[in-house]
């Protein structure tokens, strides 16, 4: 079994964002553990020689050149390296009501026609089937009435991805209130923690090792 960490955490043991992964670490059993930092391995955005390239190989079905090639190849290991996980856990904090611009070039990488998702009699089908997602994000505010429940983007944005590309199994958990009073951050930031470590148990309760 393998558990692939993405997360998006420049403050480092600032972030509460943080506190969310290593919480779901703790709890990981039988499990070899795959990291991705992307403060550190930021994923390419699609601009016009890689995107060309995409939709030449992808849609089309066209062979690249060793200079398009070389253009994909970060997307093709971010994609590879997503296909190898059984779990996947994606955790960032919430920007202007969604999520980061690098997490979601990070989602552009991996979401490839062919790969992870693909389009059968005009239909999407999502690839990812049996397999397990959790989205971590950490917002300043609070969503949970309106007019602020419709400005949330980032968890919903999140949980929509993965749910696309088939996966068996989605869930997310937002920690809110993050720059609130210390009292209602601290309440709000265990209440999700101990949310994280539920599901990691439940998910990693009946694993073992290979």
Not at 111 to 127: H, I, N, P, R, S
Request: no cysteine; proline share 3%; net charge neutral.
């Amino acid at each position: 079994m393998k558990t692939l960490l993405v997360h998006y955490t420049p403050r480092n043991e600032r972030s509460n964002t943080k506190k969310l992964v290593d919480a779901f670490r703790s709890q990981i059993k039988n499990s070899v553990i795959e990291e991705l930092n992307l403060s550190k391995d930021s994923p390419d955005f699609f601009l016009e020689d890689n995107l060309f390239a995409y939709i030449q190989r992808n849609y089309l079905g066209q062979e690249l050149t060793p200079e398009q090639k070389k253009s994909v190849a970060k997307m093709d290991r971010m994609t590879e390296q997503l296909l190898s996980a059984d779990v996947v856990v994606v955790a960032y904090p919430m920007y202007n009501f969604s999520m980061p611009a690098i997490v979601k070039a990070w989602f552009d990488s991996v979401m490839l026609k062919g790969k992870t998702w693909d389009a059968k009699d005009g239909t999407y089908v999502g690839l990812m089937q049996g397999k397990k997602a959790l989205v971590l994000v950490a917002s300043g505010g609070f969503y949970g009435k309106e007019p602020m429940t419709s400005m949330e983007h980032a968890l919903s944005l999140g949980k929509a991805e993965f749910q696309f590309m088939g996966y068996s199994d989605v869930r997310g958990i937002l920690a809110e209130g993050m720059s609130r009073e210390d009292e209602q951050r601290t309440l709000s930031l265990e209440k999700s923690i101990n949310q994280v470590q539920k599901i990691a148990q439940e998910w990693y309760a009946n694993t073992r090792t290979a």
